[in-house]
Nanobody, 124 residues
């Protein structure tokens, strides 16, 4: 059974940084593309960033490009999202998931049930 556990969220002032991590178990992590999504209060879940199985390819939503960086450690079965220059509009619950295709922003492009997510709150 696949398990996704996100961590690293918290409260940060605008302009600050946070580093999110996602630990994946129950699948051969290194064989799958991975992605981050987020859901703000009262809004639908949206794509944030994706990384190919090897780590050689990445894809970002326009809203985070240049501020967020996705990376992975296949030896530790983790995927990380480094978030810099945070804005109040980045406030959301952040989720990770395995992907069918890393070069897609479709929230249906996921393979597993959603985890609990980790809450990021950016104050102005």
């Amino acid at each position: 059974q696949v398990q996704l556990v996100e961590s690293g969220g918290g409260l940060v002032q605008a302009g600050g940084s946070l580093r999110l991590s996602c630990a994946c178990s129950g699948r051969t992590f290194s064989s799958y593309h991975m992605g981050w999504f987020r859901q703000a209060p009262g809004k639908e879940r949206e794509f944030v960033a994706a990384i190919s199985w090897s780590g050689g390819g990445t894809y970002y939503a326009d809203s985070v490009k240049g501020r967020f960086t996705i990376s992975r450690d296949n030896a530790k079965n983790t995927v990380t999202l480094q978030m810099n220059s945070l804005k109040p509009e980045d406030t959301a619950v952040y989720y990770c998931n395995a992907l069918r295709d890393y070069y897609s922003d479709d929230v249906e492009n996921v393979l597993d049930p959603w985890g609990q997510g980790t809450l990021v709150t950016v104050s102005s």
